[in-house]
């Protein structure tokens, strides 16, 4: 057993407990199987310690005897009896010396946060109004489904004192401008980040911009204020022409990627392109992920790439199961992909999944899918506080004003933990994904205790895949270090 989480290897010595052959069946009556799982991808073995995070790199026969002593059927039985009494022994013995058998129930502690949590992640729409029309848009076409209009600067005083009062201990913020599109408001973008400077003095603090933008607007002022200030954009682009202006028109009904492709070029010419990101929402019939990522890549010259697939109510563009199965298949071509760059020594740079390579090394344990609601909030065009930009729009779960901070819905988001939502307190996952994402299913009209399939099994997914990738990188001894790769603090920060 090589045990893959925070790359620690571990050589096991074989004996017997206390002197004696002890079999499955005395082991199932008598002893306890911790909380495990087990999987196989592309040739490995994995087994993981569901309650530590704690996962390793094993022979199939370690598997075989553990989904044995899981199982309350014979459905394992003929596997594991064709294994001889030396060898499974071995196993029984190392399960145990890596804590997967105990002698004892297990008791597992539950992770606790501190409730009064700062917010050290905002999102400040300055914008309620786009030049596009996105067909998949959570946004309402950037209306949110109310009046079209913008921030004013009254309001973005008031967000702004807001953010940094109640940041106490925090010396470091990240503030992502958003919309609709947030560049239909130059001015109150130029005005907020020239205030930023000024309020970094003041606090004695360090505020990192971002901006989310499609990328169709741009002039000489606003490409040296992003030079000036070191802001980071994140682009959305979906692929090439085809796909992107598929479900991207402008409001009169003509090519965006047009406008977009020469803004971009002229961006990674004046700016740093680490910290240009582009970001892709795979549609609806559009599932060959690996063809995107390279037009990223290869035609744009994009460092990085972030995806991810269309999910939500909207029929005509959110993703179906047949759609999700065809996605895996790619993304299984993208992790391989991935590997081989490793093994060259070489960088490919693809979102969320790098970061959960990262994350599943070091054990990540999760209790929540995001910050929503904790150390991440958005704030609408007139100041109230939402949990994240998703549920903008939806007054059920407005959990403040900048005018007076948080009121007693935020507490809705630090119970929805893993251990008070039915299903995720008993899935493998749960420290993993933390429950994932919460908005989807609140989109489609149901409640934050409630899930969306297909967002579990995104999920599990990139839980699975990252985990053989970070078995790879132990086995392989690749290098492998997130804080080496040739993008900006940005990318860390947005997608972390």
Not at 81 to 102: A, H, R
Not at 131 to 150: E, Q
Not at 239 to 260: C, Q, V
Not at 389 to 406: D, L, S
């Amino acid at each position: 057993m090589v045990r893959c989480s925070a790359y620690f290897n571990k050589s096991v010595e074989i004996f017997l407990w206390g002197g004696k052959m002890i079999n499955l069946e005395e082991v199932k009556k008598d002893k306890f199987l911790i909380d495990c799982y087990t999987f196989t991808h592309n040739g490995m073995n994995i087994l993981l310690d569901v309650n530590n995070s704690n996962f390793y790199s094993v022979k199939k026969e370690y598997c075989d005897v553990v989904d044995y002593l899981k199982s309350n059927d014979s459905a394992h039985d003929d596997t594991v009896q064709s294994y001889d009494e030396q060898k499974i022994e071995k196993i029984l013995q190392d399960l145990t010396d890596f804590g997967f058998i105990l002698d004892q129930n297990p008791v597992y502690e539950k992770i606790t946060i501190d409730e009064y949590k700062e917010v050290i992640n905002l999102v400040i729409n300055v914008s309620h109004n786009c030049n596009l029309r996105c067909k998949y848009c959570f946004a309402a076409t950037g209306s949110y489904n109310g009046k079209r209009d913008l921030m004013n600067p009254e309001i973005a005083d008031k967000t702004l004192e807001w953010f940094l009062k109640q940041a106490k201990k925090s010396k470091v913020l990240n503030l992502n401008l958003f919309g609709g599109e947030p560049l239909v408001n130059i001015p109150l973008v130029e005005y907020i980040v020239k205030r930023c400077k000024d309020l970094e003095e003041e606090y004695e603090k360090k505020i990192y911009i971002t901006i989310s933008t499609n990328g169709t607007i741009m002039n000489e002022n606003l490409l040296k204020l992003i030079k000036d200030y070191d802001i980071g954009l994140q682009i959305s682009i979906d692929g090439d022409k085809e796909i992107h202006d598929a479900n991207r028109p402008t409001a009169n009904n003509t090519s965006s990627y047009d406008l977009l492709v020469e803004n971009v070029k002229m961006l990674l010419s004046e700016v740093d392109n680490s910290g240009l990101i582009p970001r892709a929402t795979i549609a609806k019939g559009v599932t060959d992920v690996t063809y995107i990522v390279n037009h990223m890549l290869n035609d744009l010259k994009f460092k990085c790439v972030a995806f991810t697939p269309a999910l939500g109510s909207n029929k005509e563009t959110s993703y179906s199961q047949e759609d999700l199965d065809e996605y895996f298949k790619k993304y299984d071509e993208l992790v391989e992909i991935f590997l081989s760059k490793l093994r060259k020594g070489e960088e490919f740079n693809i979102y969320p999944f790098t970061t959960e390579v990262d994350a599943v090394s070091k054990g990540i344990r999760r209790i929540y899918g995001c910050g929503a609601g904790l150390g991440f909030s958005s704030i609408d065009i007139k100041g109230n506080i939402y949990p994240c930009m998703r549920f903008i729009g939806n007054e059920e779960y407005i959990i403040g004003n900048v005018e007076y901070g948080f009121n007693n819905k935020r507490q809705k988001f630090f119970d929805r933990t893993i251990y008070n939502r039915k299903k995720c307190s008993t899935c493998w996952a749960r420290h993993l994904c933390g429950g994932a994402c919460v908005a989807v299913q609140v989109e489609c009209g149901e409640t934050l205790e409630s899930y969306n399939p297909l967002v579990c099994q995104v999920a599990k997914r990139m839980a699975e895949l990252a985990m053989y990738a970070s078995a790879v990188i132990v086995e392989e001894e690749l290098d492998f270090d997130m804080h080496k790769l040739t993008v900006n603090d940005f990318v860390r920060r947005r997608f972390s």
